[in-house]
């Protein structure tokens, strides 16, 4: 079947934790007739939302992997990706927004534009996705949509555009204004099911009256044709939503819904909204680098008939085997095409095409441009680029933020060994912010990642999906070594013992950069060292940057410069300029003023004012520097720049320091030098740590 | 950098000398102007006097949110700064160390609250201001009670406030000393008080009030109106 391309829309469901976006999902599910009954999300029925489909996800009431999910509303095939809330899974949410052509943000009523909202903004921004907002819990005690909408316009700086009003709100939430058609809707039946068009109650018709100048005056700048008509008194509804859409899609424009998920308000009139207005593969321009061409950047063309592009933006396992979700950009996909993995050339055969509904599959023939289907047995991973071989386009890589947190495990025996392997290869390609590696030293499975909870679910994982008996040990922060002062170096490596020698000398220096990692540069002139050891020269300073020698860590920031050199015509060999290279490095390293790195988080506290001061108190403790306090109402936005080795636990410290009435978010910030007395701390404990290692 | 523009230390000698020393501690200084014409880019330049100094900075942001003024600090420095980016990072690094911003959203300000968020910064982790900067406050109810009440928190605080004043075209209102609504009856109150006058394609700083003497004289000193970087006419 080929779907309505021009119909077709893909969409993120994205926002603040506990927003009620996994509930928005079920109702969308149940609206369009995907799923026939509703559940909680906190399982209390035993059944769970059908898009936390995960154990865990179940039993913690939160959304860890984004689920694709399809469906049609009122002839538009919609895909929906239900995006993870918090910030530990923020790649989810960036893969989920890099394929996705429009966006629902979803708020809460009471809690307003939280932190992750912003963070979840600013990577629709960076994606240039257009949004809807939903104004989700307007039945809840306090919920107030229009301080909501005050505070997108003022926190997130979008032009957000109220679309209606709430017809009551908290326990006497019945429905909304919708300000285009000016009606009032409400929901009845069980389940909502039964929309009612009635019209607007006589108290709220001036406010309603005025909320639709304002959206008039709002759209009329997208649309010279609806400005006109207000002049000329001729305004019709499908002159309002034109000029919407058009603003929506500029990306100037947040068209504002509103209602209560959970009871079963408002959902339908944001199903139209997401159709009306948001855009679909057919107003979207993706660009593409195309290999043969000296990677010379092209625009796909949504045509089903030119060679295809799609990216591998999902993998995972299930339990039919691995499924890797792909977004078509070009061209057609169909059952029994061979596919090309341009990153490896690897050709595979597509067997089984499907498309997905949460943990449960469709089989389908063919899948048309701009749709998101399911591939199974394909070997890639995610990010890589499918063609059908007449072109090697690659896709932009997307961006993936390094580790920043890395934890020992130790499978209790031989079985759960080989499980853990098999996990550890799952996880990683399917995550790319999750890394392992074997610390060859003490001989264990280092898991990195990008928070606490991250790597607290991939355990928890392991244990539950693959039976694996395991212990952790404590987590430990990425920390880094840097050079602060330019350090020169002359080293000759010389050796004779029977046989060919050994021999090159390297000089030069190293100094900080602020450019990446590690920059080499290659200052010879005279072929000091011959052209084909420079490599050799950069291979052993690269190899120095694995692990300093403060504390065991990688080196990052350094640039090595050599200016200069000297070869025997028999002995220097390429090993033989590696070693000196290395013997260089060692050599100006502890005159290079090497000093630790840590990673600092963003950490942003949301509180009831009246613990304020408890938690400036506790973040204060914890070597934090407190940037902004911001007021609003009874609540207080706390942020502050704190290190990670300080915030472990810290999820618990809050909580009996404020009754848990206050949360938190946070991410990486950025690197920042040790303080003198804890580096000192961590180089003894490395020393110790060798010296014990060396005597075992 | 604006060609137009004192490098580095000479624009912080020039804020200093002509905006930034009259007050001190406990004292109240008042900035006025018509709305958009560069108040908080003016009271920012003050802060960063203060921090260039290594005094500590409270800044106050009314109605606001904290990321507009976190915008104008870094703007300003980067302008002010003449160093690469490495340094200017860390500069920035070590005055946001000694720079707390405070805003209150939607109507949510007033002294008490202040005193009690200074309190708590007090005491829970050892911040002492040099300086507070409220910027954004709202005269719109007795506008001398509010001034007094500000004072009065300077005097038991021992730091020096300023504080953005927005004068209005439509009230002529001014007292004797050629003082504009809404300080025109608390001047009194106002250690110091500075206008930014508009025209000519720039904007004046004009000092009104230093300790007892009106309208003094002072090296005429300009706000670009594109930049908001203060210059020598």
């Given at each position: 079947m080929v779907d309505d391309f021009a119909a077709t829309r893909n969409i993120g469901i994205s926002a603040?934790?506990?927003?009620g976006k996994t509930t928005l999902s079920e109702r969308i599910l149940y609206y369009t007739q995907r799923i026939h009954a509703i559940h909680d999300v906190k399982g209390r029925d035993g059944v769970?939302?059908?898009?936390?489909?995960m154990e865990l996800e179940k039993e913690r009431g939160i959304t860890i992997q984004s689920a694709a999910t399809y469906c049609r509303w009122n002839e538009s095939p919609i895909n929906i990706i239900d995006t993870p809330g918090h910030v530990d899974f923020t790649i989810e949410v960036e893969r989920a927004l890099r394929v996705l052509d429009g966006a629902v943000l979803v708020l809460c009523?009471?809690?307003?534009?939280q932190s992750q909202s912003v963070t979840v903004d600013r990577q629709m921004e960076r994606y240039r996705v257009p949004r809807l907002a939903f104004v989700n819990?307007?039945?809840?005690?306090?919920?107030?949509p229009l301080r909501v909408v005050q505070q997108l316009r003022e926190k997130l700086n979008q032009n957000a555009v109220l679309l209606q009003l709430p017809l009551?709100?908290?326990?006497?939430?019945e429905g909304v204004i919708d300000?285009?058609?000016?009606k009032a809707l409400r929901f009845e039946g069980e389940h909502g099911d039964e929309v009612t068009v009635g019209d607007i109650p006589p108290d709220l018709l001036s406010q309603a009256q005025e909320a639709r100048e304002q959206l008039l005056d709002a759209a009329s700048l997208f649309s010279d044709e609806l400005t006109e008509a207000i002049l000329e008194g001729e305004v019709t509804d499908q002159l309002i939503h034109d000029a919407i859409r058009r603003g929506t899609l500029a990306l100037r424009l947040t068209p504002v819904l509103m209602g209560s998920a959970y009871k079963n308000k408002g959902v339908q009139p944001l199903l139209e909204a997401v159709c009306r207005y948001l855009p679909g593969p057919a107003d979207t321009t993706t660009y593409a680098r195309d290999l043969d061409q000296d990677e010379a950047e092209v625009a796909l063309k949504n045509?089903?008939?030119l060679p295809l592009v799609m990216l591998a933006f999902k993998l995972e396992v299930s339990r039919y085997g691995q499924l890797t979700y792909v977004r078509l950009y070009q061209g057609t996909l169909n059952k029994g095409d061979t596919i090309v993995?341009?990153?490896?050339?690897k050709r595979s055969k597509v067997g089984r095409l499907v498309r997905m509904h949460a943990d449960e599959m469709e089989e389908i023939e063919r899948a048309a441009v701009g749709s998101i289907a399911a591939l199974f047995g394909i070997d890639c991973t995610s990010g890589d680029t499918f063609t059908d071989g007449r072109v090697r386009y690659s896709m932009t890589s997307m961006h993936v933020p390094s580790p920043v947190i890395s934890l020992a495990i130790k499978p209790a025996d031989k079985k759960s060994e080989m499980s853990v392997s098999k996990a550890l290869t799952r996880f990683t390609k399917e995550d790319p912010t999750f890394k392992t590696y074997l610390e060859?030293?003490?001989g264990e499975t280092i898991i990195c990642g990008m928070g606490e909870l991250h790597l607290e679910v991939y355990v928890e994982r392991m244990r539950r999906e693959y039976q694996v008996e395991l212990t952790t040990g404590m987590p430990k922060v990425a920390y880094r070594e840097t050079v602060s002062q330019r350090a020169d170096f002359n080293y000759t490596h010389k050796k004779q013992t029977g046989g060919a020698g050994q021999y090159g000398r390297v000089a030069g220096f190293l100094e900080p950069t602020a450019e990446g990692d590690y920059q080499f540069v290659n200052m010879i002139t005279g072929g000091a060292i011959p052209t084909e050891f420079i490599a050799s020269c950069d291979k052993g300073f690269q190899a120095c940057?694995?692990?300093?020698?403060?504390?065991g860590v990688p080196i990052v920031g350094v640039q090595v410069a050599i200016n200069d050199g000297a070869a025997h015509s028999?002995?220097?060999s390429d090993l033989a300029f590696q070693q000196a290279a290395i013997g260089a490095f060692r050599e100006a390293y502890g005159k290079a003023g090497p000093h630790l790195l840590e990673p600092v988080m963003k950490v942003v506290v949301e509180t009831p004012s009246e613990f304020q001061g408890t938690v400036l108190g506790t973040l204060n403790q914890r070597r934090g520097l407190i940037n902004t306090t911001s007021e609003d109402r009874a609540f207080s936005t706390i942020e502050a720049e704190v290190p990670l080795a300080e915030m472990f636990g810290y999820s618990t410290v809050l909580r009996s320091a404020t009754q848990g009435k206050a949360e938190f978010t946070m991410e990486f910030s950025r690197y920042s030098p040790v303080p003198k007395s804890i580096a000192e701390e961590i180089i003894k404990r490395y020393k110790e740590d060798q010296l014990s290692q060396k005597s075992k | 950098m604006q060609s137009d523009q004192p490098a580095g230390q000479e624009a912080m000698e020039l804020v200093r000398r002509t905006?930034?020393?009259?007050?001190?501690?406990?004292e109240l200084g008042g900035l006025m102007a018509r709305a958009g014409v560069g108040k908080t880019a003016c009271l920012t330049h003050i802060a960063l006097e203060h921090l260039f100094q290594g005094q500590p900075v409270l800044h106050v942001c009314i109605d606001g949110v904290a990321e507009k003024i976190k915008i104008w600090y870094q703007e300003l420095m980067r302008n002010l700064a003449s160093s690469s980016r490495d340094q200017l990072a860390d500069l920035q690094r070590r005055l946001e160390g000694k720079r707390f911003i405070l805003a209150y959203l939607h109507?949510?300000?007033s002294v008490q609250k202040l005193e009690q968020s200074l309190q708590n910064l007090e005491e829970q982790t050892a911040f002492h201001p040099a300086l507070v900067v409220v910027d954004?406050?709202?005269?719109?109810?007795?506008p001398r009670a509010t001034v007094a009440e500000l004072h009065e928190f300077a005097r038991r605080h021992g730091v020096a406030v300023w504080m953005s004043i927005r004068t209005h075209r439509h009230i002529a209102i001014s007292n004797e000393h050629g003082i504009a609504y809404p300080c025109h009856d608390s001047d009194?109150?106002?250690?110091a008080i500075l206008s930014l006058e508009p025209g000519g394609g720039a904007i004046r700083v004009r000092v009104l009030k230093h300790g007892v003497q009106y309208q003094p004289e002072h090296p005429e000193v300009l706000l670009n109106?594109?930049?908001y970087l203060l210059r020598y006419p």
């Open positions: 603040h934790i506990d927003s769970g939302a059908k898009m936390d489909f009523a009471v809690g307003g534009v819990k307007c039945d809840r005690t306090g919920a107030d009551g709100l908290e326990s006497g939430h300000l285009v058609a000016m045509a089903p008939d993995n341009v990153r490896t050339g060859e030293e003490t940057l694995k692990k300093g020698a403060l504390a028999v002995d220097s | 905006l930034g020393s009259p007050l001190l501690p406990g109507h949510t300000f954004g406050l709202h005269f719109d109810h007795d009194d109150l106002l250690q109106p594109q930049t």
